[in-house]
């Protein structure tokens, strides 16, 4: 279940895929990428492009407003230290370490391998540090600081304070969408599943049948939502389990879950949206 969480702008699909096409253009072509989401099965590239998508909604999430709104403004910026927290956050609440069967360090290191090639592609640089007179005086205040401190205590320099400058252009911002919609799919079943957890023993069946329900409910109203057929609602229940929130049982050959003791609330469900909305927000209208 779920994918390898390998770094792979080179991977073995289709060279034709529109996907593709977008990851293999050049940032400096005048044109920019063009990609037809109608004609392209995202949630299935989820396996090759899984940290991309992690990372692509991470930044998208922190950035307040659509991404055209800040196309070809210079300036903006975000620490890498938050984007990295938000992926990791974001791959907490799918499983990503379960599901690709990566320990945490394996995880972090693919977060920062997918950040440097976020770099050679163009889509962010790192902010170069002002001058040597700013650096000295920086160092100065720390320094007076450590000194009038009663504690023996040394300071924290493990949080990386690098900040990363945001290039929106016409070329990278449909990298960061199509980037987006890879796990768009995850989410929008996560957030359907964690809605409907039932507080009660029931049959795995039974549940999906739940969820699929509210689902197509919300495709009435919504043309542009997503088809239930398309989910893997396997990997999702698997990602609820993995994470602690629902417990399986086999009985006579079916399964059979619930919420665990922690989870089996209302206050624990909306607590537990709350942490998905920042991420379920960026891809619940589609819209950039």
């Known amino acids: 279940a779920g994918g390898d969480l390998s770094f792979t702008w080179n991977s073995e699909l289709p060279l034709d895929s529109p996907i593709q096409s977008v990851l293999q253009v050049e940032i400096s072509n005048d044109s920019p990428p063009k990609s037809d989401p109608n004609n392209c099965d995202f949630g299935s590239m989820s396996q090759y492009y899984h940290i991309e998508s992690l990372l692509a909604i991470s930044i998208v999430s922190l950035i307040p407003g659509p991404l055209r709104l800040f196309r070809g403004k210079k300036g903006y910026t975000l620490r890498k230290s938050e984007i990295l927290e938000q992926a990791e956050a974001l791959a907490d609440v799918l499983a990503s370490k379960a599901r690709g069967q990566y320990s945490c360090e394996s995880l972090i290191i693919k977060l920062h391998q997918g950040l440097s090639e976020f770099q050679s592609k163009g889509i962010i640089s790192t902010v170069m540090e002002q001058n040597s007179s700013d650096l000295s005086t920086k160092k100065a205040l720390r320094l007076a600081r450590d000194l009038d401190s009663d504690s023996d205590s040394q300071p924290d320099e493990s949080q990386d304070m690098t900040k990363l400058d945001l290039n929106l252009t016409s070329k990278t911002i449909p990298l960061l969408e199509d980037l987006c919609q890879i796990l768009r799919k995850d989410l929008v079943c996560m957030n359907y599943c964690l809605v409907n957890l039932p507080f009660l023993p029931i049959r795995k069946i039974?549940?999906?049948?739940?969820?699929?329900?509210?689902?197509?409910?919300?495709?009435?109203?919504?043309?542009?939502?997503?088809?239930?057929?398309?989910?893997?609602?396997?990997?999702?229940?698997?990602?609820?389990v993995s994470s602690g929130i629902l417990e399986e049982e086999f009985l006579r050959g079916e399964s059979w879950i619930q919420a665990r003791e922690e989870f089996d609330s209302e206050l624990e469900i909306q607590y537990l949206l709350k942490n998905l909305d920042p991420f379920y927000a960026v891809v619940e209208n589609t819209i950039f």
Do not use: P
């Open 206 to 240: 039974d549940y999906l049948d739940i969820v699929k329900d509210a689902i197509d409910t919300n495709m009435k109203k919504n043309s542009k939502f997503i088809q239930y057929d398309d989910v893997d609602f396997d990997t999702c229940i698997f990602s609820l």
